[in-house]
């Protein structure tokens, strides 16, 4: 695969007003993306836009805006809202390209730029780097006629359209009257429709980081800082928390007693429900190589299967989508619904919770453990060049942590995609044997790294 320029393992990102999160960046993409996709006929090309709350969000949407109008493409602009709900809009609207613009769960000195096809997915590889290889061309190239540039409007029912979609995922027959939710939006792009949405639903709604100043977003809240949400579930007795990241395409959750629930938890929780109701398809559930083992054997003793990928969620939804599967996602919550979603949605993944916890009519602690992890350790060693992967030394080292957890446990090492860091991770049943299996390969990685 040629080099990357711009795009990194989830569009284009990093601070804002530095290469290349700048303006000019974001003028090029917009030329670029919009040349790319003008596809077909003599109808007019739209490209849709949503974002988070992070105040450089102003600099980056009225830089992609000329970008796309210059080249002949109308735009419609949602304003916040988040990353699923743009991937949903897309399709929805039958628009040509599909652009997010946040960091996530980054905090607001960062920002970012995600694309979707027509389809509502992820762009491809190999269409990120069609579009790198048009964003250094001269400013000149391609440029729509007076005639032809591309008109915009703002669309202020998108929220309202998002809200109604997420909502008719609850199954019809239930509702979430009884219930008291909290909902930490983390001050980022589901501050307005995800509370609205349970309360319409039924639910008494307390919220948590819905006051965005273009700062604060994942500050101290949302699914990276939980604990905002386990203070509200306590203080309020709540029976549920809900926490969101900055994009609200991922979630953690927490029991009545302020007990964390990862996204490994909620899968389980999730997967054998739908089995049992007949309506999980694939033969079991997608996941990353970061999952822990204990689902895997939670899905097995259930006749199910847990496929790993990659870490990223787009490796997880291309493996869903060949293999036929309807449920996957992260450990860290990235959760994906294929029948409702064409990435990951931490509200509907949240409502398929609330679902189970309203026909069990059983308090959340009782249904948040579905399965005992097995223990789990990681360590992260910082490299400064060099690939200390492909010495005999640490070759040897994984060989020997294998063959002492002896077929009852994993290993796991990896270089970072984004930092020079080399990620180890060991799990089994003997959880003194995994950490002493985890310190040695570290050993090794730090000398080869010397």
């Not at 391609?142 to 998108?158: I, S, T």
Request: net charge neutral.
């Amino acid at each position: 695969m040629s080099k990357r320029s711009y795009f990194g393992t989830d569009g284009i990102r990093g601070q804002a007003n530095l290469f290349p999160m700048t303006p000019e960046v974001a003028l090029r993409a917009g030329m670029a993306a919009g040349k790319l996709f003008r596809l077909g006929g003599d109808r007019r090309h739209l490209v849709v836009i949503g974002k988070d709350t992070r105040l450089s969000g102003y600099m980056i949407e009225p830089a992609l805006v000329a970008g796309f109008t210059s080249v002949g493409m109308d735009v419609r602009l949602f304003g916040p809202l988040p990353t699923p709900a743009v991937a949903m809009m897309t399709r929805s609207m039958r628009a040509d390209l599909g652009v997010m613009i946040s960091a996530s769960h980054n905090n607001f000195a960062d920002n970012g730029i995600k694309l979707f096809g027509p389809d509502g997915y992820k762009l491809s590889d190999a269409k990120e780097l069609e579009i790198e290889s048009h964003m250094d061309e001269g400013l000149q190239e391609g440029l729509a006629g007076p005639k032809q540039l591309g008109r915009v409007a703002r669309m202020d029912e998108a929220q309202a359209r998002y809200i109604e979609i997420v909502k008719a995922t609850l199954p019809r027959e239930l509702r979430l009257s009884g219930l008291r939710v909290v909902i930490d939006c983390a001050n980022g792009a589901a501050y307005r429709v995800a509370p609205t949405a349970l309360y319409e639903l039924g639910a008494e709604v307390i919220e948590v980081g819905v006051s965005p100043n273009g700062f604060n977003i994942n500050e101290e809240c949302g699914s990276t800082s939980p604990a905002a949400m386990i203070k509200a579930v306590r203080d309020y007795r709540a029976d549920i928390g809900i926490a969101l990241d900055g994009d609200a395409d991922r979630l953690v959750i927490c029991d009545e007693k302020g007990r964390l629930i990862d996204g490994d938890q909620i899968m389980a929780l999730i997967a054998a429900a739908w089995a049992t109701q007949g309506r999980l398809t694939g033969g079991g559930v997608v996941a990353t190589v970061m999952s822990n083992l204990g689902l895997e054997r939670f899905l097995g003793e259930r006749g199910l299967a847990l496929e790993r990928t990659n870490v990223g969620d787009r490796y997880v939804m291309e493996r869903m989508r060949g293999g036929g599967f309807n449920l996957g996602g992260e450990a860290s919550g990235h959760i994906i619904l294929s029948d409702y979603s064409t990435t990951g949605d931490g509200l509907i993944a949240a409502l398929q919770v609330l679902a189970e916890r309203v026909r069990s009519d059983k308090p959340m602690s009782a249904l948040a453990r579905q399965f005992e992890p097995a223990p789990q350790k990681l360590e992260n060693v910082r490299f400064k060049g060099g690939k200390p992967l492909d010495h005999a030394s640490v070759k040897a080292a994984i060989a020997d942590g294998e063959a002492r957890l002896n077929g009852t446990g994993r290993v796991l090492v990896r270089a970072s995609g984004t930092e020079p860091l080399i990620r180890i991770m060991a799990e089994g049943d003997d959880e003194t044997l995994v950490g002493q299996v985890v310190r040695e390969i570290a050993v090794a990685v730090r000398a080869a790294a010397e």
